[in-house]
């Protein structure tokens, strides 16, 4: 009996902690990737990285995307862009607290070549 206590609880234990990593982790797959306000985070990581990198990057569509809850949320985007040659695939980070008005690119980088 004790045994299987002692079994149990280990159990109980361990199940909590890859639950939370699984938590700290956090991503979630957007559901609607055709959300008008998924569509209005890639077009502020487009803009945002043509503004910094000086590239001349244009938004085809989200191929897919997470959100974490951190303070407000991140959104993982997949795009697709195209710049003078090709479209490619990028992924973009981007960190907004809608109550704030604050967003910002944290992140952007080709996934190809
Ligand atoms: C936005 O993100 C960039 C890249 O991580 C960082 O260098 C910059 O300080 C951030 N800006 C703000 C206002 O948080």
């Not at 797959?29 to 945002?48: G, L, M, S």
């Not at 990285?49 to 938004?59: I, M, N, P, T, Y």
Request: aromatic fraction near 8%.
């Amino acid at each position: 009996m004790m045994k299987v206590a002692c079994l149990l609880l280990v159990s109980v234990v361990l199940g909590s902690v890859v639950a939370t990593d699984a938590a700290a982790v956090g991503w979630k797959p957007i559901k609607n990737i055709k959300d008008p306000h998924v569509a209005e985070i890639a077009n502020y990581a487009v803009t945002e990285h043509d503004r910094r990198s000086g590239q001349k990057l244009k938004l085809q569509k989200v191929v897919k995307g997470d959100t974490q809850v951190v303070a407000g949320i991140n959104y993982r985007l997949i795009l697709a862009a195209t710049d003078a040659s090709s479209t490619r695939n990028y992924e973009a980070i981007v960190w907004e607290k809608a109550w704030l008005h604050f967003r910002n690119l944290t992140s952007f980088t080709s996934l190809f070549d």
